[in-house]
């Protein structure tokens, strides 16, 4: 079992504790806040199912029906992350309204917030966990998933901070306009989610950073050519996919032209393991004056 999976798993029971916890600190409470924190849980594990599922498919070898292989499976998980983190914001602030028009006396708040507390404390480790071995294996489901546990994390701070209030002034009110705050935050959250997956989707280009990487190390290696242009960058999961022309002599023949194209694809790789790189050699009269310049 890949890393991947690996913790793709470990989400999934992280995620049965926590939502675990968070029940039992709303039906010691009834507090409507500390429920909108549980019903976000129960997409946690949803999400966490969906990102197990995803980073499944998209680790399969490359066959006849998908020759670039199956990776946007992962932006897939991620658009349904952030369908199913709306839909839980839309749970939250329908039960945060139906407790403005029938306040309830937090029962047991102590208890119930020691409960939450150590709820979001596991939330908090696990969610650093996810983004930086997300970013480290370039899976957006788990990054995606780290991010959402990271919103969660946040507003269960501001919920519990919200019921210690509550139960501080005795204004039984603050407890559902604080759930619908959470709403309002988780709902911003899921379309930040699905706006990021879906540029990836949509071929987005790599970063800035990654590119000036790219260009740099075809300028260094490709001595023996003249120029490269129409270079094109894409990632879809882990992998990076490039291409590009590369110029030479027209005297050139194809054995050093190959070991030109071999020697760029190599130390792309060494930079960036998981990339494909495809490259289109021609001759000098094709050069645009443009793009790339051989060192």
Partial sequence: MSSSLKIAVGSIFVGVIVLGLKALAWHVTGSVALLSDALESIVNVATAVAALVAISVAQ??????HPYGHHKAEFLSAVLEGVLIIVAALLILREAWHAFQNPREIQAAGLGMAINAGAGVLNAIWCSVLIRQGRRLRSPALVADGKHLLTDVISS????????????????????????????????????????????????AVPEKTLVTIRDIISDKASGALEAHDLRTRHAGAVTFIDFHLVVDGRTTVSDAHEICDRIEASIKATLPESQVTIHVEPEHKAKHSGVLVI
């Fill in 60 to 65: 399969r070898p490359a066959d006849q029906a």
């Fill in 157 to 204: 701070g501001g919920v519990l901070l919200g019921v210690g209030l509550a139960v501080a002034t005795g204004w039984s009110i603050l407890d559902p306009a604080l759930a619908m705050l959470v709403g309002v935050n988780i709902l911003w959250s899921g379309w930040k989610v699905m706006a990021s997956s879906v540029s990836g989707l949509l071929d987005e």
